[in-house]
């Protein structure tokens, strides 16, 4: 680990070295009247070398969340203690968000917990395996699952993953790999889905920076004009079938398959009866679930479509885009969060109570059952909260705004969409935040792109920014999804960033080249780039990938 460490430090050394020589855009900054250098980019550069070292990523975490306090305060170590607590862990403690998001995620961990216990995930695991005939269908099962939570990406993840993570254990898949499946899943969906939290953002965002340069358009417009040019969520989606279907993986994951396919041992006896448990008892595990599912949305609707829609309104796409942009708007912009944090606490409650109502659990051990549940995600939420704080430090630094001015100019013209998909992956990478990404790029992607080729360029630089940012959070291991889709799959963190990076590597290369290269730079039909992009990601499986061993 010593040696490793070492290398890690004078890579460390050679970007720092290499980044107080790189030239930036000084009047971008002075046009921001922001003040920043290359040191703005040292806390995520640290955790990302460390956590790669030594593949701990909480001593990363926070190693870089204290150089960014100190950065930000000085030497001084007690300034760096006040700013470290009185500050960043301060804002996180004070964020009725982070509460809520904390909050809905143990919940749901702690429900699946009580499930598991009173037999209704054991009957889930039966009832699904005889769809997910094989290796294949628990895959694909996995990924169409994850299309159907499509409405937010934690909601996604967070369900997802722990109703499927006993039915991988039981064929002989990895926690990796379900990780993969859900990460690469949930993000892409709810960014493209024309009703999901992620659009009433994006929209927000895509109509205010249109207002900007003279434009006034809907943002749902925009948004709509530019999912042709979703290039990576799009393909990211489409590789994850591809790999979910044919079983190929990239070295690092197909090892955690071979490992996983060695770990399935004989069944017990309790395993046996586990097997036995009747399908009523699928209640105990279906109900809960569905509850928070339907609580969550009916309560967008409820709270957010306008007065009068009715049951009518149910089925009218106007209505249900009009109650997510309300909710984004209600209890100072976290009506949403809290929405999902009860739902998950009265999901416990109702999985608790099904058992225990139908005599086949006491109430005491439901409540034993959920606790029980929750003890192990303690770390996990641990490394989210320091991502946080992270995040926090490189705002205060300003390091999104000085990778844009770094990038900024760079590339001819007609490459400027390309240009602005590897800003945005770089800025996401950096600071572990799409949403954050997208706030910050859009106003001047927009802005640039207009003024160079006008609503037409403005539209794919809008797409640009929108998956940049969301293959960066793929790739960071400081991303908020990306830690939470590991807690969700109960995989290793840093075993998580290593095997979905190569999948997300490829996405990105078929983004860049066939959809921003051939077809924005040489105009190319739309039709035929997806071909050409989706045959590039099949070819690569099929000379670079394998099947596990059995």
Known sequence: MTKNILKAALCLGLLAFGLSLAPIDQDFLRHKNIQTNWLSLL???LVVTLAIATRRIIPALLAGVVLAAGLAAGPNPLDIFERLFAVYFAEIVTSPFNWAILTFTTALIGLVAVASRSGGTGAVVALLLRYAKGLRGTRVVTVLMGLAVFFDDYANMAIVGPTLKPVFDRMGLSREKLAYLIDSTAAPIAGLAIISTW????????????AGVG???SGYSLFLQ???YRFYCIFALALVFFVAWSGRDFKAMRLSEEKARQSITTPKDNDVKRQEWPATKVRFAFVPLVFVLVTIVGSIYFFGAAKG???LGLFQFVVWQEAFTTMGTLAHGNALSYVFALSAVLGSLLAIALPWQSGSMHFRDGFKAWFDGVKAIPPAL??????????HGAGELHTATY????LKGKLPELWLPLLIFFTAAAVAFSTGTSWGTMALLIPSAVELAYQMGGEAAMLVAMAAVLDGAIFGDHCSPISDTTILSSICSGSDHIAHVRTQLPYALLGFVAAAGAGYGLGVVAGFPLWSVYVLGMLLMVAALMVLAKEATL
Do not use: C, F, N
């Open 43 to 45: 806390p995520a550069a």
């Open 199 to 210: 659009v009433g953002a994006e929209v927000g965002y895509l109509q205010s920076a249109a």
């Open 215 to 217: 434009i006034e358009v």
């Open 226 to 228: 530019a999912l042709p």
């Open 309 to 311: 829609s009715g049951v």
């Open 382 to 391: 641990a490394i989210l909260v320091l991502a946080w704080a992270l995040a």
């Open 403 to 406: 990778l844009v001015a770094l």
